[in-house]
């Protein structure tokens, strides 16, 4: 199952059993059917909070949902130090955690390490797992663009200061306490959260 975000509201992308408990509009699609006026009549209205678009072949609806946007692939990690304490940073009036786009020939867990290294100031991070990947859109010059973000739990044994980017309109970077996380979880995006809850 797919889940993509838009802004806080979901489209689900699955199959039926997958749908079974879901209380909202089901939408069956067929190969061949263009999914582009359901995805912006999904953006348009904020009535709905979520949809669930079900086929046979999941992975064929996923591709073909993709077509319906400019796709854009991006990488970041949920970092933890010596003192469990999980890097944060703080982004456009929003708490986040440290990602960004993948380089055109690069590899994603490369991506990973070099935009927590440039966004937060730090080094020599070791990759334990990789994590789910998150999936959002937004518009962007007028393009509908859907962003695949692939996640990484990273740890982190040095003592370097935090060094924000703030060319990226990073405005501060910080170690926060998992027992501390309450004002991070209340002013971040839901597919943060969903990163910040998986174990």
């Excluded at 904020?46 to 946007?69: D, G």
């Excluded at 004002?183 to 597919?191: P, V």
Aim: aromatic content about 14%; hydrophobic content about 40%; glycine content about 6%.
């Amino acid at each position: 199952m797919y889940k993509v975000f838009f802004k806080d509201r979901t489209i689900f992308l699955g199959d039926k059993n997958e749908s079974v408990n879901f209380e909202g509009m089901v939408y069956a699609w067929i190969e061949g059917e263009s999914l582009e006026g359901l995805v912006l009549q999904f953006d348009e209205d904020e009535s709905k909070e979520a949809i669930f678009i079900v086929a046979e072949e999941v992975e064929l609806l996923f591709k073909h949902f993709t077509t319906c946007f400019k796709y854009i692939e991006a990488a970041g990690g949920k970092v933890f130090n010596s003192k469990n304490e999980m890097l944060a940073i703080y982004r456009l009036e929003k708490w986040d955690l440290p990602k960004g786009k993948v380089e055109k020939g690069e590899l994603i867990r490369h991506a990973a390490l070099r935009e927590v290294e440039e966004e937060c100031g730090v080094t020599k991070l070791i990759i334990e797992k990789e994590l789910n990947s998150t999936y959002h859109t937004y518009w962007l010059k007028g393009k509908h663009i859907l962003k695949q973000t692939y996640w990484y739990k990273m740890s982190y044994a040095g003592s370097e200061s935090l060094i924000p980017q703030t060319e990226e309109d990073i405005q501060e970077a910080r170690w926060l306490s998992l027992d501390k996380l309450e004002e991070f979880k209340a002013n971040t995006y839901a597919s943060i959260l969903d990163v910040i809850n998986e174990q």
